[in-house]
C-alpha cells in the first residue's frame, strides 16, 4: 500500500449508480493512497463536488436523477477545475467525443481491468502536477479567478476591494476550517501581532454581505469563540 503521505495522494469521488462497482473502485483506490470516496445519483454526487475539494472526479455516463454529460458540464460551468474521467458502456466514437467536449479529461469504457482505471487516474494526477498552481478556487457555487482576481458566486460577478479579495482568498484555501482572527491579521494584513481593532471583523461582515447577499446558502460563518469559516450550510 502507497504511504498515504505520499504528494502523489489524490483526493477521489467516485460518482457511480452501481453500488458494488462504487465500492470496489474506493476500495482500490484506497489500497493505492488515495483519500476516495463515493456517491450513487448524479444529484447527490454533484453536489457533493461542488461542495468540497477533489482532485479527480470519476463519472459513470448512466447515473439516475442527472446523467454524468450533464452532471459534468454543470461542473465546469460552476468552475470546477477537478480533473475528471468519464466512465461508460458506450464505446462509440461519437459517444467518446461528446463525454470529451462536455468537460471530462478521460474516458474509460466499461468492462475494464482496475489496472488500467488506476494508471489512468496516477497520469491524471501527473497531468495535474505538471499543469503548476491552480489558477482559479472553487466551493460549492462561488469562483474566484487568482490571474484577473474576479468573483462570482452563481455565475454572477461579485465586485470586491483588494482586501476583501485577498480576505475570500485565505478562506476558501482553507475552506471548512476555522480561521482565526490572528490567522487573518497575519496572513491578510501582514500584521504579526493582534492589535485591539475591529479591521477584521469590519472586513468580514463587508465580505459577507457581498458574497451572500440574495442566497440562500449562506457560506462566511462566525465561529463564536473562534474565529471565522467558509462552509455550505448544512
Known sequence: MRDRRNDSTMRVLVIEDDADTANYLVRALQDEGHDARSQHNGRDGLRLALAEQWDLLIVDRMLPQIGGIEVVESLRRSGCASAILMLTTLAGVDDRVQGLNAGADDYLVKPFAVAELLARVAALGRRAERS???????????????????????????????????????????????????????????????????????????????????????????????????????
Do not use: C, N
Request: aromatic letters at 6%.
Open 132 to 234: 503548476g498552481a491552480a489558477t482559479s478556487l472553487s466551493y460549492a457555487d462561488l469562483v474566484i479567478d487568482l490571474l484577473s482576481r474576479t468573483v462570482t458566486r452563481a455565475g454572477k460577478a461579485v465586485e470586491l476591494l483588494p482586501r476583501e479579495f485577498s480576505l475570500l482568498e485565505y478562506l476558501m484555501k482553507h475552506a471548512e476550517q476555522v480561521v482565526t482572527r490572528s490567522m487573518l491579521l497575519e496572513h491578510v494584513w501582514d500584521v504579526h501581532f493582534d492589535p485591539h481593532t475591529s479591521v477584521v471583523e469590519t472586513h468580514v461582515s463587508r465580505l459577507r454581505g457581498k458574497i451572500d447577499r440574495g442566497s440562500a446558502v449562506p457560506l462566511i460563518h462566525t465561529v463564536r469563540g473562534s474565529g471565522y469559516t467558509l462552509r455550505a450550510a448544512k
